[in-house]
């Protein structure tokens, strides 16, 4: 069992120091946007949020086809992917990182290669689960489309999206300042206080 977690470490370190090198040229812009995620200044959500929502209005006026904005998105994938690692030194300064930043990219870096392992490992225990229980994958997978098709029917695309987008960017703030761990632990507590009232009817 240890040889196995050594092994594992091992990986999931080579992977990382892989990932660094790729994404050295990005390292400034990832630390910036490490700040904003993390609610490092108070103003930082309403920013984060002003931003999406600026974003989200200018897609709704320009109203654009799907070709239309997915050829602007790569588009602006492959400028940022140009610029980026040319502009970025010039822009935040010295290429000299600190200590406390060469750490927190190594971080960030460490949790993008667990983040996706852990992807990879839902995908395969979905297949696993195909295999040993086909009647459970099916019924929870069309269910879960089905939910899903309807959500979409109900509210606007466009408008779902937007949801989804500003949930994901103000999550690693509400982790960080233990908004998430607070309510998750309420919520835990009044199952446990209905499950507890359940058994003394039960009684």
């Not at 050295?24 to 931003?51: C, H, N, S, T, Y």
């Not at 099916?138 to 466009?158: C, P, R, T």
Request: aromatic content about 10%.
């Amino acid at each position: 069992m240890a040889e196995g977690d050594n092994k594992s470490a091992n990986v999931i370190a080579q992977e990382t120091a892989q990932l660094e090198e790729q994404l050295q040229g990005w390292g400034e812009v990832i630390l910036a946007g490490d700040q904003v995620l993390r609610w490092k200044k108070p103003w930082f959500p309403g920013a984060l949020m002003a931003a999406t929502t600026l974003v989200f209005m200018m897609i709704y006026y320009l109203d654009p086809s799907v070709l239309t904005g997915l050829s602007c998105t790569v588009m602006l994938l492959c400028l940022s992917d140009y610029l980026v690692p040319t502009l970025a030194p010039r822009i935040f300064g010295s290429n000299k990182w600190s200590s406390e930043q060469q750490q927190r990219f190594h971080e960030i870096c460490g949790n993008l290669v667990k983040t996706q392992r852990r992807i990879l490992g839902w995908w395969k225990r979905l297949f696993s689960l195909k295999e040993e229980k086909p009647k459970m994958y099916f019924a929870s997978v069309i269910s879960s489309l089905v939910a899903v098709a309807w959500m979409g029917q109900q509210v606007h695309n466009l408008f779902l999206t937007y949801l989804i987008v500003s949930f994901l960017l103000l999550l690693p703030g509400l982790n960080q300042h233990g908004v998430i761990s607070k309510y998750a632990g309420m919520a835990k507590r009044e199952i446990n206080k209905l499950l507890k009232q359940k058994e003394k009817k039960n009684e």
